[in-house]
């Protein structure tokens, strides 16, 4: 089983995804991915940079430790989001925004604790090389 499908699993296994329906889950994943990864975000270390600076570094941190992860809430959640990356991401998966944020309350802990299986945030090339992996044998 490869990232993709540990992430969507563990995910679903906790309650769902918020905000898509069951087919949609794979291409929310692939959403949150390209979110992740775009200019505006910076990947993970980007990522943790926006909740620490929307107040939310705790709860990120949750997420990056080999401990129980936090959940966010969705109103949390879009305090913290670049709105311009999230539609750009939205759209290119063909889902809402609003539903992206959803998916993003489910997804986000469960990638980002799978991207930091050590505990430290990943610098953006190799999450760029880990992503491209991990991508390699999933189709969304």
Known sequence: MGLLDEVLSTATSSGGVQGVQPAQ???ALSAVIDYVNSPQVGGVAGLEKMFQQGGMGSVFSSWVSNGQNQT???SELQNVLHSGALQAAAQKAGIDPSQLTGAMA???PHLVNHLTPNGQVPDSGSLLNMLKGFTAGHSA
């Open 25 to 27: 889950h794979a291409t």
């Open 72 to 74: 966010i809430a969705v």
């Open 106 to 108: 489910s997804l986000l």
